[in-house]
């Protein structure tokens, strides 16, 4: 989930997007807990993510940590972000609910929020400016699901005990 400066930087960032550029991204993503997310892992490299997912994405000059954007295609705000903090991934999560990305036992973006609680396992809130984050941590990562108007907006990956509110 993001705010106004991030969407504006995320919009930015999607337009110079090549469709070559897209290749990388898997579509539909998915979301393994505690381990994953497009593939993507917390501690993973930049030449590590840029193997994975290609060397052309968007980058966020305004935003507290190096940040990649990633579209599903071209001049479309929807995919993923991947965070970096000396150079290794320190946050990953989708933007704009892309069409088809999976976590676990099937559950899809635009669930509602009982299919989270009922999937996900024990999670607890954080509220974060106009949405949730229901997360769960494990020993060095935590996983993810946000919430919007009651459904299952986004996905999201980072170091346990990071702030989910994006």
């Known amino acids: 989930m993001i705010g106004p400066m991030r969407l504006a930087a995320i919009l930015a960032a999607t ?11 898997p579509n539909p993503g998915k979301l393994v807990p505690g381990r994953s997310l497009a593939g993507i892992r917390i501690g993973e490299t930049q030449r590590q993510v840029t193997a994975a997912l290609g060397r052309s994405h968007g980058v966020c000059t305004g935003c507290a940590f190096p940040t990649w954007y990633f579209s599903v295609r071209a001049f479309d705000q929807h995919g993923l972000a991947v965070e970096f903090a000396r150079g290794h991934v320190s946050a990953v999560y989708t933007i704009w609910q892309p069409d088809g990305w999976t976590g676990p036992k099937g559950l899809t973006l635009g669930a509602p929020q009982a299919q989270v609680d009922a999937t996900a396992g024990a999670l607890f809130q954080v509220m974060c400016t106009g949405y949730d984050a229901w997360v769960h941590d494990r020993k060095t990562v935590r996983t993810v ?3 919007l108007n009651g459904g299952l907006w986004g996905f999201g990956l980072m170091r346990a005990n990071a702030n989910p509110c994006r």
């Open 15 to 25: 337009l110079v997007l090549s469709p070559a550029a897209l290749a990388g991204l």
């Open 145 to 147: 699901y946000y919430i």
